[in-house]
């Protein structure tokens, strides 16, 4: 079963915009992290973040972390064409779990 | 390249088959996990081993299994191949028991198609 819901679904924007993407969950986690996927192929690890934080950054990527809301987002800032890809957040519960449960991902699309 | 390696990259099979895929970790991680991607189970995670041993099962069919080698390589044996296990399978790798402090890092995949 899959722990996080991604909204939206799918998304598509003009190069140089931002894309937003949110990522709900339901049950006490460790962390939560985002993958990216480009098409059919490896999951690259983008960003971690822990239970305890609120917001991060790496490059143009913003991720925030709202426990009490059980949700989580990422900004993709200045998007480029080679950000076209799917991007899927996955939760580690710790301890209660060695390992991820992902989301259904966010297929963006970035046009020249 | 993410350090994970994974063999074969694509597979073909007829139902009823058995096939194994095989996982060579990051240098230095001691966990293997494996996941599966299909189109409409999204990504699951299947199972964990670290430095040898099984430490976490998700939900991995009795006719899957899988080993961690003492050199650390792991490998899946899928066994009576149905349709429907056709999929994306990949494996990723931890330093640790998890992937807590530096994530984890995904091999490209192997797709199996079965036919």
């Known amino acids: 079963s899959q722990q996080g819901e991604e909204d939206p679904q799918a998304l598509s924007i003009q190069e140089g915009e931002n894309a937003t993407m949110n990522c709900s969950y339901k049950?006490?986690?460790?962390?939560l992290q985002w993958y990216r996927q480009n098409s059919g192929r490896g999951l690259v690890h983008l960003i971690l973040i822990r239970s305890n934080e609120r917001e991060k950054h790496s490059g143009r990527l913003r991720v925030t972390l709202d426990t009490s809301k059980k949700s989580s987002s990422l900004l993709i800032t200045a998007s480029r064409a080679a950000d076209t890809a799917s991007y899927f957040c996955?939760?580690?519960?710790?301890?209660?779990?060695?390992?991820?449960?992902f989301g259904g991902g966010t297929r963006v699309l970035v046009k020249p | 390249d993410s350090g994970v390696t994974q063999t074969p990259k694509h597979l073909i099979t007829a139902t009823g088959q058995r096939v194994t895929l095989r996982c060579s970790p990051r240098s230095g991680d001691l966990s293997v996990y494996w996941y599966q991607q299909s189109l409409d189970q999204g990504l699951q995670f299947l199972i964990q081993?670290?430095?040898?041993?099984?430490?976490a099962k998700g939900n991995i069919l009795e006719r899957f299994s899988a080993q961690q080698f003492p050199d650390l390589h792991s490998e899946l044996n899928l066994s009576s191949l149905e349709l429907g296990d056709s999929a994306l399978y990949f494996c990723?790798?931890?330093?640790?028991?998890?992937?807590?402090?530096?994530?984890?890092?995904f091999g490209s995949g192997t797709r199996l198609t079965v036919v």
């Open positions: 996955a939760t580690d519960e710790g301890a209660a779990g060695n390992k991820l449960t």
């Open positions: 990723a790798s931890s330093v640790g028991l998890s992937g807590d402090n530096y994530g984890y890092t």
């Open positions: 049950t006490s986690i460790n962390n």
């Open positions: 081993y670290y430095n040898g041993e099984e430490r």
